[in-house]
């Protein structure tokens, strides 16, 4: 038994040694949302509170990220959210492509899909109010009939 904890501690050790590259970009895109689409100043802080550090090039990290495998598992995560939308890589989407995330915008907000649990668990601050889901939900539906 002394042995496998032995060999449990030198691993936990060792993949401290492997770090996730961050998702931290120095400049803004040019293909952010905000070049094309007006944003006003209350939803623009609800997106960067509560969606951005999953769904653009730049996230806050909290400290526990440099812990493995949280670090590995909070990549992951997203990479996976960037994938599905990224909102400093709006403007390089197809028109049809733009249009069906705007509505998967509305249909996660308006199911309150969105933000995750998971992470407003930990994030209190990016929970969202039912006037806030709405403010994002017109916000993208206003997009949406000028698409």
């Known amino acids: 038994m002394k042995k496998f904890l032995i060999s449990i501690a030198v691993i936990l ?4 040694f492997f770090q996730p590259e961050k998702n931290i970009s120095k400049e803004s895109s040019y293909n952010s949302i905000e070049k094309q689409y007006a944003i ?24 526990y990220s440099n812990i493995q495998p949280v670090g590995w598992w909070l990549s992951n995560h997203i990479n996976e959210g960037k994938r599905e939308l990224n909102f400093d890589e709006f403007n390089s989407y ?5 249009k ?12 309150k899909d969105m933000p995750l649990s998971s992470y407003t668990l930990i994030h209190r601050n990016a929970e969202l109010t039912a006037e806030q889901q709405q403010e994002i939900i017109q916000w993208a539906k206003n997009i949406d009939n000028n698409l």
């Open 40 to 63: 006003p100043s209350n939803v623009n802080l609800l997106l960067r509170t509560s969606c951005y550090d999953c769904h653009s090039n730049n996230t806050k990290y909290p400290w």
């Open 13 to 16: 050790i060792a993949i401290q």
């Open 100 to 111: 069906k995330k705007i509505s998967e915008i509305i249909k996660e907000i308006d199911k």
């Open 94 to 98: 197809t028109l049809e492509k733009k």
